[in-house]
């Protein structure tokens, strides 16, 4: 697993730039191309993975659009120009626009690259807007996809009608869905003077890569997902013929929306009072909690399920337990606050490879809403843990225990997770 | 259990030890005190009559209608208001309105009364606790502020008679301790240690009564000293001596054992240090007595019925 590159795709740093030499700068281009070597679908479905930089996004289209695919596989070929495909309607017109800037620099003039720019100019969702504020930029990126004299002669035929200096058709609109709206286009990015060319507004949000929309603002403890919020009502005994329905229900639709997990995981739950929380938040916590176990339970190959032991918080004794069942993956859902001998958990796992046992374990921490202060719930900082608080947040806490398992098919399953967020991603658009 | 400042725990049961930071809670077990309501169903808040006057009143709650006993220490916060605090504990009969002449302000330059509208309730941080109860039955409503003042500059805090300056500005701390600490079902007490040192003993008449107060003990009375003594820096963690799963598990019993055997040295030590205190009585409630107990390592107020203690409130009387 390429867990250095894995590492670096989430971590903030300088976005991509091409100075007017055609010097890039940003990501650190190395890991990227040796991943790329190594299997060009594998790196290209890591561009999914929930987290990751706009810029590093932007590096991973730029190590995918430059260079050839010839003797690529089907297979590659196809998966990568889907995830292309969602990289350039996902990303903000402007990166897409520099990171084509860049490969005409370079001078990288492949079909993918043409199909990729013109997918920039006249179906991301910010085109009209990009054209107007970015008019050089989108000029040289048509006139690199398309041929200067090609790109002039569209548009002055356009402009003319008079289909004798280019066939327009054959050119460009042959490859454009709204016919019209690209001639439209295209008549603007050349439009004279070009101080007359006013920014359009955008009518549609671009594509959502994080499948990280409609959250809300202010987070109650019924508006973090429809099965958290129909555990809200059952965990305090609430039963009723409704609730159960509703639960079924969204149950298969949060399933629907996160990976397998083809291996054998060990859920510690914490089900300690904390995790009931209080006031305007009671139950909150305890609920998504409850949607993550039952959801796991639908996605997970084989799962075990160990309550923290005792009346406090023992989350070290519920992860010796869970040992018992040989589980590829140990993961600890809890609110993070543990009590019996706070340190005990991060003592515990610094003791594993002592007893040659090396599963890995990860904390997952239920929160109530984004805005949580988590630097009193973090109890081993050296032991992988991801938040979670809303029903989107499960399908990304998956692939991150997909990321953290070490058994030997885990490469696989990871490629199989990606391959469905894929999936998912593209039934945005 | 042992006697802990006259007051004889024998039918009481310690549970298992929680410690976050300093501070380690253990839950006290026992026979509930039948006919006591909660502080949520027994005690309100009717009004602020002037600086320094409080009046409570005992309405019972669902057709429940019972004796409350007010917690000791406790104090009340609400917007806009000069938010006050009780020197002492009383008795509040069934229906029975009680002004306290002797409350306190703690917060010193806010105007405007409390009423029975939103408030919540908070119990005096420890290290104000025994100046609070020497000056019970005193009228000044700015007795304390010289003490506040005190124990703002011991937390870093400006020295202003303004306990508001630690209950809100260090609010997200301090109720964490709510959740870091967890009550356990059927718990009607614990003992506080902060470092090596039992600082209080709480005992409720009932499980339910407990639950009420536990938030505004394990955040404010005891939180405030836990979070002061707290180390800054981040300890590597050390890995247990064992080489097989069934010795990291004799490991952590062995450390659990330790731990039992370090609180009941530290709760033994105490009975010692507390010893032979003075106990004046205050009130009468039918056959319960509600006493001030005061001796040179201890103070506090219990509630007994005969050898049987109700209801405590014990700490220590200093903090060094």
Not at chain 1, 140 to 151: C, D, M, N, P, Y
Not at chain 2, 139 to 153: D, H, Q, T
Not at chain 2, 227 to 244: I, L, Q
Request: a neutral charge; glycine letters at 8%.
């Amino acid at each position: 697993m390429n867990t250095e590159l894995i590492a670096q795709l989430t971590t903030a740093g300088a976005p991509l730039a091409v100075t007017r030499a055609g010097r890039v700068t940003g990501p650190d281009a190395t890991d990227h191309a040796a991943a790329f070597e190594r299997d060009p679908a594998d790196y290209a479905l890591l561009a999914l993975l929930p987290g990751v930089t706009e810029a590093q996004r932007a590096r991973m289209l730029m190590q995918l659009l430059g260079p050839s695919r010839v003797g690529w596989p089907e297979t590659t070929r196809r998966t990568v120009d889907r995830v292309v495909r969602l990289l350039v309607l996902g990303l903000p017109a402007p990166v897409v626009g520099t990171v084509l800037l860049a490969l005409r620099h370079r001078r990288a003039n492949h079909k993918h690259v043409t199909r990729a720019a013109l997918r920039l100019l006249f179906e991301h969702a910010e085109a009209a807007g990009f054209v107007g504020t970015h008019r050089r930029v989108a000029v040289s990126i048509v006139e690199h996809a398309l041929g200067k004299a090609t790109a002039r002669g569209v548009a002055r035929a356009l402009r003319t009608a008079d289909p004798s200096i280019v066939d327009a058709r054959r050119a460009l609109l042959r490859f454009l869905a709204d016919e019209g709206a690209a001639s439209d286009r295209l008549l603007a990015l050349y439009a004279r003077p070009a101080s007359a060319l006013i920014p359009a507004a955008d009518a549609a949000a671009r594509l959502d890569l994080d499948l990280d929309g409609g959250r809300p603002a202010v987070v109650t403890a019924t508006n973090r997902g429809d099965l958290a919020a129909t555990l809200v009502h059952r965990l305090p005994g609430g039963a009723s013929p409704d609730l159960d329905a509703a639960q079924r229900r969204y149950l298969a639709a949060a399933v629907a929306a996160v990976p397998r997990y083809p291996g054998r995981l060990a859920l510690v739950v914490d089900r300690s009072a904390s995790m009931r929380g209080y006031g305007e938040r009671e139950w909150a916590v305890r609920s998504q909690a409850a949607a993550l176990e039952l959801v796991l339970g639908e996605r997970c190959a084989e799962m075990s399920t160990v309550d923290t032991p005792g009346a406090g918080t023992d989350l070290a004794g519920g992860v010796i337990a869970a040992l018992n069942d040989r589980p590829d993956l140990v993961a600890v859902l809890t609110d993070g606050y543990e009590n019996a001998c706070e340190g005990d958990l991060a003592r515990v796992v610094a003791t594993l490879p002592r007893l040659g046992i090396d599963v890995p374990v990860v904390v997952c921490v239920a929160t109530f809403g984004h805005s949580d202060d988590l630097a009193l719930r973090r109890p081993a900082p050296a032991v992988p843990q991801r938040a979670f608080w809303h029903e989107a947040d499960l399908g990304p806490l998956v692939l991150w225990l997909l990321l953290n398992t070490r058994a030997a098919a885990a490469g696989a399953w990871l490629r199989a997770g990606l391959t469905e967020r894929l999936a998912l991603v593209e039934g945005g658009r | 259990m042992t006697s802990l400042a006259t007051i004889d725990l024998a039918g009481f049961r310690l549970g298992t030890p929680q410690r976050v930071d300093n501070l380690t809670v253990v839950p006290v077990f026992g026979p509930g005190y039948p006919g006591v309501l909660s502080p949520r169903d027994g005690v309100k808040l009717v009004r602020v009559d002037g600086y320094g006057t409080v009046v409570l009143r005992n309405p019972g709650s669902d057709g429940r209608v019972g004796l409350a006993i007010v917690p000791l220490h406790v104090g009340y916060v609400q917007d806009g208001a000069q938010n006050h605090a009780l020197c002492r504990s009383a008795f509040l009969a069934p229906g029975q309105e009680v002004r306290f002449e002797d409350a306190c302000c703690v917060q010193e330059t806010t105007g405007g009364y409390l009423t029975e509208r939103d408030q919540w309730f908070f119990t005096l941080p420890l290290e104000l606790r025994a100046a609070a109860l020497e000056l019970r039955r005193q009228g000044s409503y700015s007795k304390l502020w010289p003490a506040i003042e005190r124990f703002n500059r011991g937390h870093g805090l400006r020295a202003r008679g303004h306990l508001e300056l630690m209950l809100a500005g260090r609010r997200a701390f301090l109720t964490q301790y709510r959740s870091r600490l967890e009550l356990v079902a059927g718990q009607l007490g614990a003992l506080f240690v902060l470092g090596g040192r039992l600082v209080g003993v709480e005992v409720a008449p009932n499980p339910a009564y407990f639950a009420d107060v536990w938030p505004a003990l394990v955040c404010f009375a005891y939180g405030p000293a836990a979070m002061h003594s707290r180390g800054d820096a981040a300890v590597a963690a050390t890995p247990y001596e064992a080489s097989t799963v069934e010795e990291l598990v004799a490991a952590r019993e062995a450390q659990l054992r330790a731990e039992l055997a370090r609180v009941r040295a530290v709760v033994d030590a105490a009975a010692r240090d507390w010893a032979d205190p003075d106990v004046t009585e205050e009130e009468r409630y039918l056959d319960l007595r509600l006493s001030t107990v005061v001796g040179s390592g201890v103070a506090g107020q219990i509630v007994s019925d005969g050898a049987r203690p109700v209801y405590a409130s014990l700490f220590v009387r200093e903090m060094n």
